[in-house]
């Protein structure tokens, strides 16, 4: 009997010169499997599987995890605000790290003795799967043909030739990666750092032109519903007002940040639901949590993103941040009102039992009594006391403040 | 001979009753001053000089502290790419400070025995005059007769009346505070939390339809000029640029935040100038800056704001954050690419000599020998050393580690 | 019938003359209460009950909230390791908040209209006192007579005897406040910058100098036990293990620090259990929590211990906060090694199942395989690949890194 | 002509396998370098240049790096009172750094072909040295043959005594790692969770019983003096301190911390002068910088000390945070008194001219005057808003705040 493999299997050229190579040359039983964050329509499903069998693996699972990506993940982007260098959502990063948690369920279900991913020497990808597998599968070797051969397209192409599998590869002009938390746009412009994406690089065009308004529900910081809808699912919410919403070409940008291996990369992205709701759960937040609860909010929110970013799902810290976050939530329920223009959206209000603003407050009748001037002037007085010894003590000393 | 007194003077209502009241109740020399941070024009100062005649005070002064303003406080929050919230440039409370320092100079210019402001007690302001005041003049006593006397609009009005001064005092339908950082707006709508401001409460309105491609250099972390023009001064880059952008409509937002004495604010702004400025040279250090000097350039600029906003100026402190913002900028030189739209401004990229882009670097012939993929795998799995010991030693424990 | 005051009572001067004055001159029924956060001995509760009666109150109450002081506050400095500027426990500090809210419950349940403390204005309990009373009892007027009246304690002793209550108040050389967290004593040498405190000064003396080999059990966090004694809660294995190691003379220091009030201030202390707990805690952390869950579990508790000691308790980050310390405690369990010298102690090492040392996980059997010289190899390159480009465009830039 | 390699030299059995290695297999013209950080005695650098010209090297070369150690290091870790884990003053891992940049200077100077250590594919060392010379000879080759012939003790002795090299290269017990800012010590114990090391382990042995009484003198944060010597060099300084405290046995303890490469880590140091001197500095520190100083300085020195330990000296922000650190060290100038007893000092307190304790400044007269009770009663209100708000808001709702 043949040892098992187990190929994150993507349907492009890298990861089917894996499927044929892992079984051709290495003697191993083919395992492929896709795992599903949010970014396959059924077609694209339908496709994959078609392309496995034609390439004679033992087996094909497709898995998806869009609910446990939600739930383990994505709602704790929401509760945190995450935007990496305050612009980018976090589409991929995040998602990889969860297809390899898929596939390492995968290999141990199935007993796999190997586990293979298509990542070339080059990227991020590479690091985030070896990690999770590091982890979660300490005994299980990491199998990676193209990283080790370093081999081009066109040696690819040629090994594939030979099997019949004689598929035209041309590359596409931008590289897309579709997911429920956003999709990235790579192409050539991106590889500079003073070239914007043209409008035919997003994947979805501006056709709405009409300014659009919109009410935005949350409940203990997710979102439930948004104009008169109500969803049993917080991911049905954000797929419907991600398909309302895409049109207008809101939430695109270019995100410049420090990959895991320390070199700068430029990415394009277009995610209108996330940054419309990040940045409309961010004003309610405003509203209903005290200042400190935003300030250590903001603090772990950045590293979780972070440390997701870099791979780093499963350092505990990571649950003990989640536990957290999710404890802030108890009271960011509301509405907030938005008005979507093409390629940007207005927040221009919430409404919220927990608000605590002053005049909601002081229309109970008491506020007009926390406080008087001769109170500001104590608070002053005493706020002062330090800088004040500070330059009189400089003074006595003889000492040049500046 | 009368005791002296110093009052800060700006014309309004408020300032115009303590001049009125300080001479003619407390019989003390009154000597006002009105300090230009950026926000009077020629005529607004003549204006300002005329009234305080008309009041018969002792001596009217006027100064103009721009060019300190921008060089000890709007140099470092650009520097700190500094934003209230991610939103609020910090406009108006920055100002005062500078304008509550240039009154404490006075009064020990002319040895005055006295300082007054005309701040209620319901505010920040007044916070941020007795702060500043208490530090540099702990031994001058401070009048505040509008918050002591707790006057209504009416009863100050009444009471000039008796001079003779029967200015028509109607309260503007929106409050204007215009200054080189930013104008706030308040009005009805941001006594609520949910109503945003009509188009004709911002002093500029869009008359621009026709995007505007536009350069930016920076020169150590300062604006040194935008398209073709140099400047000689930072200062007057910023005004032209403003200038220029102002009737795009960009810089428009409402800033929703904590104020010093604990309550929620809601405040409209404009500011275009520093919103794109901000936001171009915090583009150009994402190019040019390590992760880590992005990271604690952050945290400590968050606070630089923070302590700023609420009256903290002279904090020791203070000092040594701008020492350390002032040391990340010796190479944040170079240009920005923008295109500004009505409403909105899109950053296309950046050039720079300092840029770390990986693929810049790679010109330079020697970056695809930085690491290849076998150092990719030693780099993960070493990257995931303690997590994996975590998991194992949970397992190896029974530990349910979820 | 006249209207009720509930009186913190500590059976002092300021109190005692509190508790006359609020009767006699303003008429009230006064309610004294005494909160036993863990300080007071059975005598002392009974002495302050007689004192109250003497005095004549309507009604004394003494409740004793040490477990609700543990449990609510105790419990996470030390799942935080908490000591302020590194040295102090916050001993005091602590305390007066608990008992500021025993207080502000006994108001409520007796419906009093007044809430009374005697605090001079001096110190920073006024402000603990004060801000718990503005928060939960918003309703509640606060009477301060003492500070008020700015009153010395000649005339306190004056109006006193005028009731025939001619105790001698002489004031102790040391004024000292004992508590569950430790016990804080002050003197003139206090007041100084330079002067340590003699050993007289301290309450407990050092009677004991045969070193003592400990082991301490920690459970969740939490001491369970130590040596051989199991307790069934934790308040009881602190009081066993103070009782036990206090005539070694350890835990004592003296704080130096920021008062609320913006003053430094400078106290003595003896703390020997939290001193000892607080450090076996952490060195049981330090193996088996990761660099991460340390570094934030630092950053969050020092917050705690800041925010607690200035009177924040009851602002709710507090309540994330402990949240989060919690959530990182389920495997902080097992023993730690300490020998008991006289002035000091060692902490000599720890076994835990959860210990996350590469010795033990080694004894797993497979730590040799964790990594090879390759990988650190290729770690340590793709480690430098930022700081290395940095370089290399400075010296392509011409640029002086220095 | 053969090719130059630059070996970094200890004399201990890794380095001399190297060096005869490179010679006698690789055809190398081997360069050998001791960089002295302080740990070296003349004898011992003696002792070095013999053993080198015995294994027949083209040439030695002894570099002192002392004084540029503790200009560009050392002083930043007094400055920022760096203790890992709140214990360990980063003894040996900071000078690993500047002895690779020393090396790297070597190699450059002589224009070498290679770069070579001895360390093996287990520790820290390497990754330390790998990642300084990446940076610094990003030409240049790194060779490392014991780490990649992954040799035992024996194998290296007996390839050794292939040359007549028969020396007698037993292990000592304790490995012992001698520098300015402290030696570590490992051995068996620190293998384990558990174990103290015995008296005996420790280099300096304790020999002294009177208590010692000793006045510190900082000068801008830096040691200039103690008792009534002056010294022109703060270097100087630290070492007779050294040398005069070393028989108490204080500044011993055992760190148990996290590596580079992941896993935790435990060793034993006595470490006299530093931490006598990081305490001394701390408590001038809390007497005369503000609360925020202090606050900031911890943050940036807690990373300025972890990057260190890390191998990241030369990261960029490194640099910004020695300005920030050196920016707060003005006014930290004065005498600390010290009495050191065998195994502890006690920190009795300090003098300063820019002490901002209260009774100091009270002296100036003033103090008095600061505030009083009713302005501390306003400041209390005031400080309270937010909380009252929040608590009066959560009833209204209905919320159940807990």
Redesign the interface.
């Known amino acids: 009997m043949n040892k098992k493999v187990v190929l994150a299997f993507s349907g492009g050229l890298d990861t089917t010169y894996c499927a044929k190579y892992l079984a051709s040359e290495k003697g191993l039983d083919v395992f492929t499997i896709a795992v599903n964050t949010g970014g396959f329509s059924k077609d694209e499903v339908e496709a994959l599987e078609a392309k496995a069998r034609q390439l004679g693996v033992v087996e094909h699972r497709t898995v998806n995890i869009e609910q446990e990506f939600y739930d383990r993940c994505v709602k704790y982007l929401i509760f945190g605000n995450v935007l990496r ?2 612009v980018y959502p976090l589409s991929v990063s995040a998602e990889r790290v969860f297809q390899a948690m898929a596939v390492a369920d995968y290999v141990k279900e199935i007993n796999a003795d190997y586990v293979a991913h298509g990542s ?2 080059a990227g991020n990808d ?2 985030r799967f ?2 999770i597998f ?3 599968l ?1 005994q299980v070797e ?1 199998l ?1 043909p193209v ?2 051969q ?1 081999l081009s397209r066109e040696e690819e192409i040629a090994y594939l030739k030979k099997f019949g599998l004689d598929v035209p590869w041309q590359k596409a002009k931008y590289s897309i990666n579709q997911g429920l938390w956003g999709t990235s746009v790579g192409g050539e412009e991106t ?6 994406l043209p409008e035919e690089a997003y994947p979805t065009q501006v056709t709405e032109q009409t300014p659009l308004v919109l009410t935005l529900q949350f409940e203990n910081g997710e979102l439930s519903g948004f104009n008169d809808r109500k969803f049993d699912n917080p991911l049905k919410a954000i797929k419907a007002l991600n398909a309302l919403i895409a049109p207008y070409g809101i939430g695109r940008d ?1 995100h ?3 990959t ?7 990415v394009g992205f277009e995610a209108p639901a996330p940054l419309l709701i990040l940045k409309a759960h ?2 309610l937040e ?2 209903v ?8 909010k903001d ?2 929110a950045n ?1 979780y993103g972070m ?1 997701l970013h870099e ?2 799902y ?4 990571m ?3 989640e ?2 976050l999710e ?2 939530q ?2 960011v329920s509301g509405t907030v ?1 938005v ?1 979507v ?1 093409p ?2 959206f ?16 002081a229309a ?1 009748g ?1 506020m007009n009594h ?25 003074q ?2 003889g ?1 040049n ?2």
């Open positions: 260098n305050g070339t020497g590479q690091i070896d990690m590091q982890i979660l300490p990491i990676t990283r080790d370093k590889l500079t750092s003073h070239r914007p270019i410049v940040g420090d895991i291996i320390g070199i700068k990369g430029r961010q004003l405003k509203h949590l005290t200042k400190w609860q935003m300030y250590w603090q772990l590293w440390l791979g780093q499963l350092e505990p810290v649950r003990n941040i536990t957290f404890d802030t108890h009271h009102f008005k223009h390629y940007r207005e927040l221009q209000g919430i409404k919220s039992p927990f608000d605590l603003m002053a005049s909601d407050a109970y008491e926390l406080w008087d001037g001769n109170d500001a002037r104590g608070f002053a007085k005493i706020l002062a006391v330090q800088s004040r010894i500070f330059h009189q003590v400089q006595k000393a000492g403040e500046e």
